[in-house]
Protein backbone atom coordinates (compact mmCIF):
# COMPACT_ATOMS: atom_id res chain seq x y z
CA UNK A 1 0.00 0.00 0.00
CA UNK A 2 1.17 3.42 -0.77
CA UNK A 3 1.96 5.93 1.73
CA UNK A 4 -1.82 8.08 0.50
CA UNK A 5 -3.70 4.95 0.45
CA UNK A 6 -2.83 4.27 4.31
CA UNK A 7 -5.44 5.31 6.76
CA UNK A 8 -4.59 8.76 8.16
CA UNK A 9 -5.30 9.18 11.77
CA UNK A 10 -3.56 12.60 12.34
CA UNK A 11 -5.31 15.68 12.67
CA UNK A 12 -6.56 17.98 9.53
CA UNK A 13 -6.63 21.27 8.34
CA UNK A 14 -9.90 22.29 6.39
CA UNK A 15 -9.94 25.50 4.57
CA UNK A 16 -13.64 26.41 3.45
CA UNK A 17 -13.07 29.31 0.55
CA UNK A 18 -15.74 31.10 -1.10
CA UNK A 19 -14.07 29.58 -4.09
CA UNK A 20 -12.45 26.68 -2.88
CA UNK A 21 -12.67 24.47 -0.28
CA UNK A 22 -8.63 22.69 0.65
CA UNK A 23 -7.51 20.31 2.91
CA UNK A 24 -3.85 19.82 4.91
CA UNK A 25 -2.86 16.45 5.81
CA UNK A 26 0.90 15.98 7.55
CA UNK A 27 2.67 13.79 6.32
CA UNK A 28 6.66 12.21 7.87
CA UNK A 29 6.59 16.08 8.08
CA UNK A 30 5.24 17.07 4.94
CA UNK A 31 2.24 18.03 4.20
CA UNK A 32 -0.35 17.13 1.77
CA UNK A 33 -3.08 18.90 -0.02
CA UNK A 34 -6.14 18.28 -1.99
CA UNK A 35 -9.03 21.21 -2.98
CA UNK A 36 -12.20 21.33 -4.95
CA UNK A 37 -13.67 23.75 -6.08
CA UNK A 38 -16.43 25.72 -4.03
CA UNK A 39 -18.79 25.32 -7.01
CA UNK A 40 -21.91 23.17 -8.48
CA UNK A 41 -24.67 23.70 -11.42
CA UNK A 42 -27.44 21.90 -11.29
CA UNK A 43 -29.42 19.69 -14.33
CA UNK A 44 -32.93 19.20 -14.87
CA UNK A 45 -33.09 14.84 -13.77
CA UNK A 46 -33.03 12.90 -17.03
CA UNK A 47 -32.15 9.44 -17.33
CA UNK A 48 -29.67 9.89 -19.63
CA UNK A 49 -27.87 13.32 -18.52
CA UNK A 50 -27.68 10.62 -15.24
CA UNK A 51 -26.04 7.86 -16.96
CA UNK A 52 -23.90 10.12 -18.83
CA UNK A 53 -22.33 11.59 -15.57
CA UNK A 54 -22.10 7.84 -14.04
CA UNK A 55 -20.34 6.54 -17.37
CA UNK A 56 -18.05 9.77 -16.67
CA UNK A 57 -17.27 9.21 -13.34
CA UNK A 58 -18.80 12.39 -12.18
CA UNK A 59 -19.13 13.60 -8.94
CA UNK A 60 -22.41 14.11 -8.72
CA UNK A 61 -26.36 13.27 -6.67
CA UNK A 62 -29.90 13.39 -7.50
CA UNK A 63 -31.73 16.20 -5.69
CA UNK A 64 -35.83 16.25 -6.15
CA UNK A 65 -36.35 16.84 -10.10
CA UNK A 66 -32.66 17.91 -10.17
CA UNK A 67 -28.66 16.86 -11.25
CA UNK A 68 -26.25 18.23 -8.81
CA UNK A 69 -22.88 18.12 -9.64
CA UNK A 70 -20.53 19.50 -7.56
CA UNK A 71 -16.58 20.59 -7.01
CA UNK A 72 -14.08 20.29 -10.07
CA UNK A 73 -16.30 18.36 -11.90
CA UNK A 74 -18.83 21.37 -12.05
CA UNK A 75 -16.46 23.39 -13.90
CA UNK A 76 -15.62 20.75 -16.34
CA UNK A 77 -19.20 20.05 -16.70
CA UNK A 78 -20.17 24.32 -17.02
CA UNK A 79 -18.45 24.03 -20.18
CA UNK A 80 -20.23 20.85 -21.68
CA UNK A 81 -23.78 21.65 -20.60
CA UNK A 82 -23.26 25.50 -21.52
CA UNK A 83 -24.71 26.74 -18.45
CA UNK A 84 -23.27 28.81 -15.60
CA UNK A 85 -21.18 27.37 -12.00
CA UNK A 86 -23.14 28.63 -9.24
CA UNK A 87 -21.55 28.97 -5.59
CA UNK A 88 -22.72 27.64 -2.10
CA UNK A 89 -20.93 30.67 -0.41
CA UNK A 90 -20.83 34.09 -0.76
CA UNK A 91 -18.31 36.81 0.86
CA UNK A 92 -16.43 34.26 3.27
CA UNK A 93 -20.27 32.47 4.30
CA UNK A 94 -23.13 30.02 3.51
CA UNK A 95 -24.81 32.30 0.60
CA UNK A 96 -28.36 32.65 2.07
CA UNK A 97 -29.80 32.96 -1.52
CA UNK A 98 -28.87 29.85 -2.47
CA UNK A 99 -30.90 26.66 -1.24
CA UNK A 100 -28.12 23.71 -2.10
CA UNK A 101 -25.54 25.63 -0.01
CA UNK A 102 -25.02 23.28 2.94
CA UNK A 103 -26.17 20.21 0.41
CA UNK A 104 -23.20 21.67 -1.61
CA UNK A 105 -20.81 22.18 0.70
CA UNK A 106 -21.12 18.81 2.73
CA UNK A 107 -20.63 16.13 -0.21
CA UNK A 108 -17.76 18.47 -1.19
CA UNK A 109 -16.09 18.39 2.22
CA UNK A 110 -16.88 14.27 2.57
CA UNK A 111 -15.57 14.29 -0.48
CA UNK A 112 -12.29 15.74 0.46
CA UNK A 113 -12.22 14.06 4.23
CA UNK A 114 -15.01 11.37 4.47
CA UNK A 115 -15.36 10.25 7.96
CA UNK A 116 -13.42 10.18 10.71
CA UNK A 117 -10.70 7.24 10.58
CA UNK A 118 -10.78 7.61 14.12
CA UNK A 119 -13.04 8.33 17.38
CA UNK A 120 -12.70 12.26 17.49
CA UNK A 121 -10.02 12.64 15.18
CA UNK A 122 -9.17 16.59 15.16
CA UNK A 123 -10.16 19.14 12.51
CA UNK A 124 -9.35 22.55 12.42
CA UNK A 125 -11.61 24.18 9.82
CA UNK A 126 -11.12 27.69 8.41
CA UNK A 127 -13.89 30.52 9.61
CA UNK A 128 -13.92 34.40 8.13
CA UNK A 129 -13.55 37.33 10.65
CA UNK A 130 -16.64 39.77 11.20
CA UNK A 131 -16.13 42.42 8.66
CA UNK A 132 -17.95 46.06 8.35
CA UNK A 133 -21.19 44.58 8.11
CA UNK A 134 -21.25 42.96 11.47
CA UNK A 135 -22.07 39.46 11.93
CA UNK A 136 -23.50 38.73 8.46
CA UNK A 137 -24.50 35.28 9.59
CA UNK A 138 -21.33 34.25 11.02
CA UNK A 139 -22.31 32.22 13.37
CA UNK A 140 -24.48 30.04 10.94
CA UNK A 141 -21.96 29.40 9.03
CA UNK A 142 -19.60 27.65 11.88
CA UNK A 143 -22.39 25.97 13.50
CA UNK A 144 -23.36 24.55 10.25
CA UNK A 145 -19.99 23.29 9.11
CA UNK A 146 -19.02 22.34 12.96
CA UNK A 147 -22.02 19.90 12.84
CA UNK A 148 -21.38 18.69 8.92
CA UNK A 149 -17.92 17.74 10.35
CA UNK A 150 -19.39 16.34 13.58
CA UNK A 151 -21.52 14.10 11.82
CA UNK A 152 -18.41 12.93 10.02
CA UNK A 153 -17.23 11.82 13.54
CA UNK A 154 -14.44 14.61 13.61
CA UNK A 155 -14.06 16.69 16.43
CA UNK A 156 -14.08 20.31 14.90
CA UNK A 157 -13.02 23.49 16.07
CA UNK A 158 -13.23 26.87 14.14
CA UNK A 159 -9.64 29.07 13.58
CA UNK A 160 -10.09 32.70 12.02
CA UNK A 161 -8.24 33.05 8.88
CA UNK A 162 -5.66 35.68 9.46
CA UNK A 163 -4.74 33.73 12.99
CA UNK A 164 -4.55 30.50 10.20
CA UNK A 165 -2.19 32.46 7.94
CA UNK A 166 -0.36 33.44 11.31
CA UNK A 167 0.15 29.39 12.60
CA UNK A 168 1.15 28.49 8.84
CA UNK A 169 3.54 31.04 8.07
CA UNK A 170 4.79 32.77 11.46
CA UNK A 171 6.07 29.90 13.37
CA UNK A 172 9.80 31.78 13.26
CA UNK A 173 8.57 34.61 14.75
CA UNK A 174 6.87 33.05 17.54
CA UNK A 175 3.29 33.36 16.37
CA UNK A 176 4.05 37.14 16.53
CA UNK A 177 2.89 39.23 13.39
CA UNK A 178 -0.08 40.03 11.01
CA UNK A 179 -1.45 37.06 9.06
CA UNK A 180 -3.90 37.89 6.11
CA UNK A 181 -5.94 36.05 3.64
CA UNK A 182 -6.64 37.49 0.15
CA UNK A 183 -9.30 35.21 -0.89
CA UNK A 184 -12.18 35.73 -3.20
CA UNK A 185 -14.58 37.40 -0.93
CA UNK A 186 -12.85 38.61 1.75
CA UNK A 187 -8.97 39.76 2.96
CA UNK A 188 -9.09 38.15 6.22
CA UNK A 189 -6.05 40.24 8.59
CA UNK A 190 -5.47 39.00 11.81
CA UNK A 191 -2.49 40.83 14.09
CA UNK A 192 -1.71 37.97 16.70
CA UNK A 193 1.10 38.38 20.09
CA UNK A 194 2.43 34.91 21.01
CA UNK A 195 -0.34 33.14 18.54
CA UNK A 196 -3.48 34.58 20.81
CA UNK A 197 -5.42 36.96 18.44
CA UNK A 198 -5.67 40.27 19.34
CA UNK A 199 -6.82 42.17 16.19
CA UNK A 200 -9.28 40.27 13.93
CA UNK A 201 -11.45 41.53 10.94
CA UNK A 202 -12.36 40.96 7.50
CA UNK A 203 -13.18 43.34 4.75
CA UNK A 204 -15.14 42.72 1.71
CA UNK A 205 -13.11 43.29 -1.05
CA UNK A 206 -10.78 41.15 -2.89
CA UNK A 207 -10.48 38.73 -5.64
CA UNK A 208 -14.44 39.01 -6.80
CA UNK A 209 -14.63 42.84 -6.49
CA UNK A 210 -11.25 42.85 -8.60
CA UNK A 211 -13.31 41.18 -11.38
CA UNK A 212 -16.56 42.70 -11.00
CA UNK A 213 -16.05 46.20 -11.23
CA UNK A 214 -13.39 45.61 -13.81
CA UNK A 215 -16.03 43.68 -15.59
CA UNK A 216 -18.16 47.01 -15.07
CA UNK A 217 -15.86 49.45 -16.60
CA UNK A 218 -14.63 47.23 -19.30
CA UNK A 219 -18.09 45.59 -20.57
CA UNK A 220 -16.68 41.86 -20.27
CA UNK A 221 -18.33 38.94 -17.84
CA UNK A 222 -16.83 38.83 -14.74
CA UNK A 223 -15.88 35.78 -15.56
CA UNK A 224 -13.62 36.22 -19.00
CA UNK A 225 -11.81 39.07 -16.06
CA UNK A 226 -11.13 36.24 -13.74
CA UNK A 227 -9.65 34.14 -16.17
CA UNK A 228 -7.56 37.01 -17.51
CA UNK A 229 -6.41 37.82 -14.27
CA UNK A 230 -5.83 34.45 -13.48
CA UNK A 231 -2.92 33.73 -16.74
CA UNK A 232 -0.32 36.03 -17.50
CA UNK A 233 -1.70 39.19 -15.56
CA UNK A 234 0.99 41.18 -13.70
CA UNK A 235 0.79 44.62 -11.82
CA UNK A 236 2.47 47.29 -13.28
CA UNK A 237 0.58 50.47 -12.82
CA UNK A 238 -0.28 51.92 -16.60
CA UNK A 239 -0.83 49.75 -19.26
CA UNK A 240 -2.81 50.32 -22.87
CA UNK A 241 -4.59 47.28 -23.06
CA UNK A 242 -8.18 47.68 -21.58
CA UNK A 243 -8.66 44.94 -19.08
CA UNK A 244 -5.37 44.96 -17.81
CA UNK A 245 -5.39 48.20 -17.04
CA UNK A 246 -8.77 47.60 -15.48
CA UNK A 247 -7.32 44.80 -13.33
CA UNK A 248 -4.59 46.96 -12.04
CA UNK A 249 -6.68 49.73 -10.96
CA UNK A 250 -8.78 47.52 -8.86
CA UNK A 251 -5.94 46.17 -7.48
CA UNK A 252 -4.65 48.94 -6.13
CA UNK A 253 -8.17 49.86 -4.90
CA UNK A 254 -8.28 46.41 -2.83
CA UNK A 255 -4.67 47.13 -1.38
CA UNK A 256 -5.27 50.79 -0.51
CA UNK A 257 -8.43 49.49 1.33
CA UNK A 258 -6.54 46.63 3.18
CA UNK A 259 -3.66 49.14 3.85
CA UNK A 260 -6.36 51.77 5.21
CA UNK A 261 -8.02 48.70 7.38
CA UNK A 262 -4.77 48.47 9.01
CA UNK A 263 -4.30 51.47 9.81
CA UNK A 264 -7.57 52.17 11.42
CA UNK A 265 -8.06 49.37 13.43
CA UNK A 266 -4.42 48.96 14.63
CA UNK A 267 -4.47 52.61 15.71
CA UNK A 268 -8.30 52.58 17.05
CA UNK A 269 -7.81 49.32 18.95
CA UNK A 270 -7.81 49.95 22.97
CA UNK A 271 -6.43 46.25 23.34
CA UNK A 272 -3.08 47.18 21.09
CA UNK A 273 -0.35 45.65 23.80
CA UNK A 274 3.02 46.95 24.01
CA UNK A 275 4.87 45.21 21.15
CA UNK A 276 8.61 46.20 21.73
CA UNK A 277 9.87 43.97 18.91
CA UNK A 278 8.99 44.96 15.34
CA UNK A 279 6.79 42.04 13.74
CA UNK A 280 6.44 40.39 10.02
CA UNK A 281 3.71 40.93 8.26
CA UNK A 282 2.58 37.83 5.65
CA UNK A 283 -0.03 37.52 2.71
CA UNK A 284 -1.56 34.33 1.87
CA UNK A 285 -4.96 33.64 -0.95
CA UNK A 286 -5.46 33.58 -4.18
CA UNK A 287 -5.65 36.89 -4.56
CA UNK A 288 -1.99 37.98 -3.72
CA UNK A 289 -0.87 35.21 -6.64
CA UNK A 290 -0.13 37.85 -9.68
CA UNK A 291 3.73 39.27 -9.68
CA UNK A 292 4.63 42.43 -8.60
CA UNK A 293 1.94 41.85 -5.54
CA UNK A 294 4.43 42.14 -2.93
CA UNK A 295 5.95 45.52 -4.61
CA UNK A 296 2.88 47.24 -5.27
CA UNK A 297 1.12 46.35 -1.36
CA UNK A 298 4.01 47.36 0.01
CA UNK A 299 4.44 50.64 -1.95
CA UNK A 300 0.90 51.24 -0.44
CA UNK A 301 1.67 50.20 2.70
CA UNK A 302 4.92 53.09 2.69
CA UNK A 303 2.16 55.74 2.83
CA UNK A 304 0.62 54.25 6.10
CA UNK A 305 1.51 54.85 9.86
CA UNK A 306 1.16 51.82 11.84
CA UNK A 307 1.65 51.63 15.35
CA UNK A 308 4.02 49.06 15.77
CA UNK A 309 6.69 48.66 13.51
CA UNK A 310 6.89 45.57 10.69
CA UNK A 311 10.23 43.81 9.96
CA UNK A 312 9.26 42.42 6.73
CA UNK A 313 6.26 42.19 4.42
CA UNK A 314 6.19 38.78 2.42
CA UNK A 315 3.61 36.94 0.72
CA UNK A 316 3.66 33.71 1.76
CA UNK A 317 5.41 30.93 -0.61
CA UNK A 318 2.66 28.77 -1.65
CA UNK A 319 -0.57 31.44 -0.99
CA UNK A 320 -2.95 29.24 -2.24
CA UNK A 321 -2.51 26.66 0.92
CA UNK A 322 -1.43 28.76 3.18
CA UNK A 323 -4.95 29.14 5.13
CA UNK A 324 -5.20 25.37 5.41
CA UNK A 325 -1.64 24.72 6.11
CA UNK A 326 -2.25 27.07 9.00
CA UNK A 327 -5.30 25.13 10.33
CA UNK A 328 -3.16 22.24 10.07
CA UNK A 329 -0.90 23.28 12.30
CA UNK A 330 -3.13 24.71 14.78
CA UNK A 331 -5.11 21.26 15.33
CA UNK A 332 -1.82 19.41 16.01
CA UNK A 333 -1.03 22.14 18.79
N1 LIG B 1 -2.82 33.03 -10.30
C1 LIG B 1 -3.73 33.88 -9.84
N2 LIG B 1 -3.63 35.21 -10.10
C2 LIG B 1 -4.55 36.07 -9.65
N3 LIG B 1 -5.60 35.74 -8.91
C3 LIG B 1 -5.77 34.45 -8.62
C4 LIG B 1 -4.85 33.44 -9.05
N4 LIG B 1 -5.29 32.24 -8.58
C5 LIG B 1 -6.42 32.49 -7.90
N5 LIG B 1 -6.71 33.81 -7.91
C6 LIG B 1 -7.85 34.50 -7.31
O1 LIG B 1 -7.87 34.22 -5.92
C7 LIG B 1 -9.21 34.15 -5.46
C8 LIG B 1 -9.41 32.82 -4.78
O2 LIG B 1 -8.47 32.70 -3.78
P1 LIG B 1 -8.58 31.53 -2.69
O3 LIG B 1 -7.55 31.80 -1.67
O4 LIG B 1 -8.59 30.22 -3.39
O5 LIG B 1 -10.02 31.92 -2.21
P2 LIG B 1 -11.14 31.57 -1.21
O6 LIG B 1 -10.51 31.59 0.13
O7 LIG B 1 -12.10 32.69 -1.39
O8 LIG B 1 -11.70 30.25 -1.60
C9 LIG B 1 -10.11 34.33 -6.67
O9 LIG B 1 -10.54 35.67 -6.73
C10 LIG B 1 -9.18 33.98 -7.82
O10 LIG B 1 -9.57 34.65 -9.02
MG1 LIG C 1 -9.41 31.42 1.62
Redesign the pocket.
Known sequence: MSNAEQTYTQPLGL?V????IVVARADDKKYRYDSQL?AFLTLPYSKLAESLLERENVFHQVQGSELLVAGNDAQRFAEVFHVETRRPMKNGVLNPDEPHSLAVVRSIVARLIGPAAVPKQRIFFSVPAPGESGEGGLAYHTASIRDMLNELGYEATPIEEGLSVVFGELGYSNFSGIGISC???LCNVCLAVLSVPVISYSIAK???YIDTQSALVTGDRATRL?VQ??QA?HLNGFSSDRVKNALNVYYRDVMTALADSLQSHIASSQKLPRIDQSVPLVLG???V??QGFLDGFAEVMRNHELPLRLSEIRVSADP?NSTARGALMAALC
Open positions: DGTSRNGSGAGDRKEFGGTMPL
